[in-house]
């Protein structure tokens, strides 16, 4: 299922490491950049590539919060839960995100465009309430805020259909 | 060595010693989880928490982080300890089923017998129970996920130890999952030792399970007869049945691990699950009668055959799986009553190599499996170990994993549980690279101080060997072996030539006296073929001699103890008219052999676990087998019968060794002779030594005194003669499939690899084959069909054919056999 | 806003100092110096240790200390880690100053590498901060093009090299020998020592583990001098500067660069513009999720590694978290727990199992559900935890500690009324 050529990228990627294993975390994050998550086909390839089994990438996918070895929409929101982004409502922003952009928490949207998951402290206290959505972060969360986030976002997508 | 007192006692352990084990050496057992000593101490599961009053730690430490030091004061039963190994336990069991009435661990389980110490009876937690799905893993293992209180005693003992990489832990934190990427089959061959090693019930032994609760057991330790290396057991019965064999710890043989053939083969003692596979009644003609009836008729015969023709017109053949017992019995019939044999092998050269392995092994150089996991440098010559010896492949992985090189000269597609070097040299070629890589390794200061004897085979060993198809450099691997202190020569006495053991016992002796703490460990082809050859005398006719005199006429009669040469022999059809020209056939056996079936007279034998018996592993072990019950048709499957009998159905069987005495009608046999002890020893100098008034011997070696100077030259040249063209064909065993009494176990059908004949894929390649065709390879008088697997980690010019249920590798007319390119074809 | 010291010197709104920027404050002149100059690497740990940095990733080991740790004679490779994992609640210090000053993390790290011979370097970071990673391998080049960082730094025959490596998520990852796991593509659970990373890390080699905010200290110690730094603090034991971040209940949370010893109330009232507006200040972690709360009778304790100890607390990472008097105690205390018991790597039992059994005890009292024995359950088990495989599961254990310690009647009162006085939402 992985393209030759994102293959070819990936073999680049582990032939510069001290040993293969130490890039499983960067292959799959390379991997979920062009399909979104790890399906069982892609994490046999994966681990081949990295001389690793299947069960053993498994063993790394399956620890990490932001490796997704089940299917995920084309933005995953990440709502901070942890203390400060708690004190400062995270649960509103997770109850606003799910209505407005019909999201289950811990699901996906019917349109596959959203997922919505908890996340642990990003680190981003300062301006909580935070999320992150495929490696941005947002803080300082309003409601008028997540709907031009979501609203850019939904918008992105209709020129950029993942693959 | 550090003193130190624990719970008021004082104790002094070597350096190294955790506290746990000091403990233990005192007999205080503190409760542990995640430690066990074949996988070490990783401080997981904090059960084993105890108060370190004084010393270099202080307060409560897990007893299995710590070494035991000087000056140490520690409590076991400190109020602090007590408390926290108490919560330890609550911790663990909130979240466990408490499934214990219908857990096939109860009643053997660590959890529950600690979590009974500790004193919990109540959960106090007030939450709900995490709960976890299932996978399937195979015909062996069930998996019961909740009971898991994390340990990772199974991953450690998977991946680190056995060296497999498809069960493992997986999730964070309170859902962390141990299992497989995918549901599916363990792929390890040493998946059972799960079921031992997990301290609750969440592997369990399938063909066990929920059958019997433990307590109900007949249990004895036993000794397994898969293969030689006579792995200890323990052996469970109930109802007439075995149920499961457990592993039992022996440091110096298996350590506390079984391979899982000799786990789940056992089901050949039951006859299959509808015993029906079992001959359990005495025959005449085929006709059922009493083992009375059948001991007259076998030894009225006999004499009758005896006065007519001479005593050596009858023939004993025994086997590899007799017990030692059993053996010596044979051995002394044919000597005393002047019958020819007794006859052990079918293959003769199979027997020679054993003999001259066994003749070449002196207490010196012999090594244990254990001795092997201690090796810096491992060189296996000529053996498939996974496949012809699975436990010592574990052996050798301990060695790997302490960073030994190994190296395999073997041309077969070997696969092992460690990283090795692998030349895949012809048959004809393996003593050449194991003579130059030896040689290699003799610098030119050693070679100065070697012997004359010693010099002279140095000498005479190759130097070079083209090492251009293996890609492998054999001075830089020689180097290596320089280097190393303890090195091990692993030998086969299967697929090489009749020298080869005799070179490899030569080659660790060079090793040796040039300074070197070498070992040497041989892999025999069964569990009793080490007291085979001691028992034989150099002058033994080989079977082959035997059926010719059956063809002429000279030999009328023939007694098969435990042995079948249908399964063995490669030339089913001549056998078969052979043995149709004796007046009389006997059979002594418990499995439904060919010969059996065949037999003028049968006689039911007891297996392994029926009788008390002994065995002599390859470094010379005797072992001890005890009764594990008194066998008979399983009440299995059903309620027991209602009906009252007085006597037990399936209950005639008796040790082929008595059986023989017995049909011999050789009273004064036994008129020198007292007891089994005496018997063995009588035939067997060897075991006089061990003390024969103390029968039953057991863990003794009898490794016999090294005749002097016993250097031979070895060849230089390859093998002499005219090469015959094409393909020389090599019959191997493979696990599972080919020993004899896994073949009848219908426990292990679930796991029979499927027939496949090896072949290089360059060889496949240039004869228009590939991988996964069906093949017609064309024997005298036939051919076999099968399909083919190629593979780039083989030597060419070789077929490796594994004999094995489902293929009639007996055709081949000659255990070697050449085959043109042209009589190999797709179809 | 606060005077910015040493590490935030180069602050600008919005992007991070430029090579050319971090050259004009005295950038890479410590690395002129001392590497360019060949200057014996025993010189550096001496005026690194002497300078009394500590290490700032939470647990406050001497930074030179733990550098001489490593054998003279030790094996090549060696490595050493930046660990920006930063997953502490409240703790978002490093990647501000990575936003801030890159170069300074990135001389730090080389400077580090050079007092112990290190050959290679990873700069391990969490997947949420990939801003940050993207920052920093491209400086990472612009150092490399200046001759700073690779092959023969500054014609001294000293090579060494730095990559990112991205974190997949996870607390535990930043716990330096879990960290290590993590790095070689092993399962991030911690491996108790000995042996010690300096002796046996990364791939059985010497590795040493440092904070960014450690590393990013080393080139103005050299620059300066060890008693420059140690004169930054107000307090007598203290030394440098610290990385604060505040967040919570004041009207500008963030992080800003203060004198190691600098009073909590300071820090809240002139450097984090106060309380909220109705706001007042009832309690604070002073150094991430896992320290104690300090109370309003604390409210004056300088923020020092050795005064917080005094009080029986930590300064941990500085990362101070402000509660106000609307913030209901054990609900706080119950989202702490649920953030380590979801983060336990699952490796030692007291860690996996404890904490989700006190987080359900937490959510009972706050629900209306407990009961008085819980709380001596909590008690004997926060101490019981302590008696885990790493400091996670203690660490953890330290916000309910001082929950009982301090607000026990706020406890009680949850268990008399059968639900929580604040009537706050708690997420589960
Ligand atoms: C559970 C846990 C999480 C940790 N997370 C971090 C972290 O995110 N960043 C960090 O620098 N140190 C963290 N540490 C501390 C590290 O183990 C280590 O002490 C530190 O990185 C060493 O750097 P320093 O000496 O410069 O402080 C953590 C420790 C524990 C026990
Ligand atoms: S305390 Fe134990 S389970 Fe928790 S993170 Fe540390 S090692 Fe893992
Ligand atoms: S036995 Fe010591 S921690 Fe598990």
Redesign the interface.
């Given at each position: 299922m992985l393209s030759e050529e994102l293959k070819q990228k990936l073999r680049t990627m582990i032939a510069d490491a001290e040993s293969p294993r130490e890039k499983a975390v960067d292959v799959m994050l390379e991997i979920q950049e062009r399909h979104l998550w790890m399906s069982?086909e892609a994490?046999e390839e994966a681990s081949d590539l990295l001389g690793?089994?299947?069960?053993?990438l498994?063993?790394l996918a399956?620890?990490y919060d932001f490796i997704y070895r089940s299917p995920v929409g084309n933005y995953v929101i990440h709502v901070c839960d942890s203390a400060m982004c708690w004190l400062e409502g995270h649960q509103r922003v997770m109850d606003y995100i799910s209505i407005r952009a019909n999201v289950p928490i811990g699901g996906t949207s019917p349109d596959g465009l959203f997922t919505l998951l908890p996340v642990c402290c990003i680190g981003y206290c300062d301006r909580a309430p935070a999320m992150v959505i495929n490696r941005r972060v947002y803080g300082k969360l309003t409601p008028e805020k997540i709907d031009r986030i979501l609203d850019k976002l939904a918008g992105e997508n209709e020129f950029h259909p993942p693959e | 060595m550090p003193r130190l007192v624990i719970d008021d006692l004082e104790i002094e352990v070597p350096k190294g010693t955790k506290v746990i084990d000091a403990a233990e050496r005192l007999g205080i057992m503190i409760p542990r989880f995640c430690y066990h000593e074949a996988l070490g101490a990783v401080?997981?599961?904090?059960?084993c928490?105890v108060k370190f009053i004084q010393g270099p730690f202080k307060g409560?430490q897990?007893s299995c982080?710590i070494d035991a030091q000087d000056g140490m004061i520690v409590s076991t039963t400190d109020q602090e300890a007590v408390?926290?190994r108490k919560?330890?336990i609550e911790?663990?069991m909130?979240?466990h089923p408490h499934d214990c009435p219908v857990c096939d661990e109860g009643g053997q389980c660590l959890l529950q017998d600690e979590t009974v110490s500790s004193g919990h009876a109540r959960r106090?937690?007030?939450?709900k129970k995490r709960t976890y799905r299932n996978q399937y893993l195979g015909p062996f293992i069930a998996h019961e996920m909740n009971r898991c209180?994390?340990c990772?005693r199974c991953s450690r003992y998977y991946q680190e130890f056995s060296g497999y990489?498809?069960?493992?832990?997986?999730?964070?934190?309170?859902?962390?999952?141990f299992g497989?990427?995918?549901e599916g089959r363990l792929e390890s061959p040493y998946s059972g030792n799960l079921v031992d090693i997990c301290p609750t019930g969440v592997y369990t032994d399938i063909p066990a399970r929920y059958k019997v609760r433990r307590w109900d057991l007949q249990r004895s330790p036993s000794v397994c007869i898969h293969c030689a290396l006579g792995c200890n057991t323990i052996g469970n019965a109930h109802y007439r049945a075995v149920m499961r064999v457990e592993a039992r710890m022996n440091p110096y043989v298996n350590g506390y691990f079984l391979c899982d053939e000799g786990r789940f083969g056992f089901s050949y003692t039951n006859g299959g699950a509808d015993h029906a596979q079992r001959p359990w009644t005495s025959k005449i003609g085929g006709a059922d009668v009493t083992v009375e009836a059948a001991l007259a008729e076998s030894s009225s015969k006999l004499s009758e055959i005896a006065a007519v023709y001479g005593p050596e017109a009858i023939v004993a053949l025994g086997s590899a799986r007799n017990s030692l017992e059993t053996q010596s019995m044979l051995s002394r019939l044919c000597r005393r009553k002047g019958w020819l044999g007794p006859v052990w092998f079918t293959d003769t050269a199979v027997y020679r190599k054993v003999r001259s392995a066994v003749e070449r092994l002196d207490s010196g150089i012999a090594v244990s499996m254990r001795e092997i996991e201690f090796a810096d440098f491992v060189i296996i010559a000529g053996a498939d170990l996974l496949n012809e010896a699975p436990m010592a492949a574990i052996a050798v992985r301990q060695a790997s994993r302490k960073n030994a090189q190994i190296v395999v000269i073997d041309p077969r597609p070997i696969s092992l549980p460690f990283e090795f070097r692998h030349v895949p040299a012809v048959p004809g070629q393996i003593e050449r690279c194991l003579g130059s890589l030896v040689k290699g390794s003799i610098s030119k200061e050693e070679l100065k101080g070697l012997d004359s004897a010693a010099k002279g085979f140095c000498k005479a060993l190759p130097a070079k060997f083209g090492d251009k198809e293996s890609g492998i450099s054999i001075p830089e691997l020689a180097d290596q072996l320089m280097a190393s202190r303890r090195p091990v020569i692993v030998c086969g006495t299967g697929i090489v030539s009749e020298s080869t053991p005799a070179l490899a016992a030569d080659c660790a002796q060079l090793l040796r006296e040039s300074g070197k703490k070498a070992g040497l460990f041989y892999i025999l082809p069964g569990a009793s073929s080490f007291s085979s050859a001691l028992l034989s005398g150099p002058d033994a006719k080989g079977f082959a001699e035997i059926l010719s005199e059956i063809e002429q006429g000279s030999i009328k009669a023939l007694i098969a103890a435990e042995s079948d040469p249908f399964r063995d022999f490669p030339d089913r059809e001549r056998l078969d008219k052979a043995l149709s020209q004796l007046d009389l056939l006997v059979a002594i056996d418990y499995l439904p052999t060919e010969t059996v079936k065949r037999a003028s007279v049968f006689l039911p034998s007891s297996t392994v676990f029926e009788m008390n018996s002994t065995f002599v592993n390859p470094e010379g072990r005797v072992q001890h087998a005890e009764r594990v019950h008194a066998g008979g048709v399983p009440i299995w499957g059903a309620h027991p019968p209602r009906i009252v009998r007085n006597f037990i159905p399936g209950g005639d069987h008796q040790p082929a060794w008595e059986i023989l005495w017995k049909i011999s009608a050789e009273t004064s046999v036994l008129e020198s002779v007292l007891t089994l002890g005496e018997l063995i020893a009588a035939e067997m100098p060897a075991f006089e030594a061990t003390g024969k008034a103390q029968y039953p011997v057991n863990q003794a070696r009898i490794i016999p005194e090294k005749s002097e100077g016993s250097f031979v030259k070895p060849k230089t040249r390859p093998e002499q003669g005219q090469k015959p063209k094409g393909f020389n064909l090599l019959l191997t065993d493979r696990i599972f499939a080919s020993r004899e009494p896994s073949v009848y176990a219908d426990t292990l059908e679930g796991v029979f690899p499927e027939p496949a004949l090896f072949m290089h894929s360059e060889d496949a390649a240039a004869a228009g084959l590939s991988d996964g065709d069906t093949v017609s390879v064309g024997l005298e008088p036939g051919s076999i069909e099968v399909k083919l697997s190629v593979s780039e980690r083989m030597a060419r010019g070789v077929l490796i054919l594994p004999r094995q249920k489902g293929i009639e590798w007996q055709r081949m007319k000659d255990f070697s056999a050449w085959i043109a390119l042209e009589r190999i074809r797709k179809i | 806003m606060a005077q910015p010291l040493v590490l935030f010197k180069n602050r600008h709104p919005n992007r991070a100092a430029t090579l050319d920027e971090y050259k004009q404050s005295g950038g890479y002149e410590a690395l002129q110096k001392f590497v360019g100059g060949k200057v014996d690497p025993g010189e550096v740990i001496r005026l690194v240790d002497e300078s009394g940095l500590r290490g700032r990733g939470g647990a406050g080991f001497p930074a030179g200390k733990k550098w001489e740790a490593v054998p003279k004679d030790a094996p090549f490779p060696r490595y050493l880690v930046a660990n920006a994992d930063e997953m502490e609640p409240g703790t978002f210090k490093d990647r501000i100053l990575l936003h801030t000053d890159p170069h300074c993390i990135i001389e730090g790290m080389i400077l580090a590498a050079y007092a112990f011979s290190a050959t290679k370097g990873f700069f391990f970071v969490r997947p949420s901060y990939d801003s940050s990673a993207v920052i920093m391998e491209r400086e990472l080049e612009v150092a490399r093009g200046a001759g700073f960082l690779g092959k023969n730094i500054l014609g001294s025959g000293y090579s060494f090299d730095i990559v990112v490596h991205r974190s997949g998520g996870?607390y535990i990852c930043g716990e330096a020998t879990a960290l290590l796991n993590a790095i070689m593509g092993k399962?991030p659970n911690p491996i108790?020592p000995p042996p010690y990373p300096t002796e046996k890390g990364l791939w059985d080699r010497p590795t040493v583990v440092n904070n960014v905010e450690t590393l990013a200290c080393v080139p103005h110690i050299l620059r300066n001098g060890p008693q420059w730094f140690k004169d930054l603090a107000i307090t007598p034991k203290g030394a440098g500067t610290k990385l604060f971040c505040v967040s919570g209940k004041v009207n500008s949370p963030g992080a800003e660069e203060l004198p190691m010893g600098t009073p909590l109330r300071e820090i809240i009232e002139k450097h984090f513009g106060g309380m909220i507006p109705g706001s007042e200040f009832k309690a604070c972690l002073p150094g991430g999720a896992s320290t104690r709360f300090l109370t309003r009778d604390h409210y004056d304790v300088p923020m020092d590694f050795e005064d917080l100890k005094a009080i029986g607390n930590r300064l941990g990472t500085a990362a101070i978290m402000i509660f106000d008097q609307k913030t209901c105690m054990v609900a706080t205390a119950h989202n702490l727990m649920r953030f380590f018991?979801?983060?336990?790597?699952?490796?030692?039992?007291?860690c996996?199992?404890?904490l989700?059994?006190m987080r359900?005890?937490l959510w009972?009292i706050e629900n209306g559900?407990g009961k008085e024995e819980y709380i001596d359950?909590l008690r004997?088990?926060c101490k019981?935890v302590w008696?885990?495989?790493c400091a996670l599961a203690p660490g953890a254990a330290e916000p309910v500690i001082s929950l009982l310690d301090f607000f026990e009647d706020e406890v009680r009162e949850h268990i008399r009324l059968k639900g929580c006085p604040f009537h706050a939402k708690a997420g589960n």
């Open positions: 069982d994490m690793m089994s299947p069960l053993e498994d063993e399956t620890f | 401080g997981a599961c904090r059960m928490a409560i897990m982080m408390d926290f919560r330890v911790w663990l909130i979240n106090r937690y007030p939450g209180i994390h990772y990489r498809d069960l493992g832990p997986l999730q964070i934190g309170n859902r962390l999952y497989r990427f995918k | 996870r399962r108790k018991a979801r983060e336990s790597c699952g490796w030692c039992t007291p996996r199992e404890g989700p059994y359900e005890l009972l559900e359950t004997s088990m019981q008696n885990s495989y």
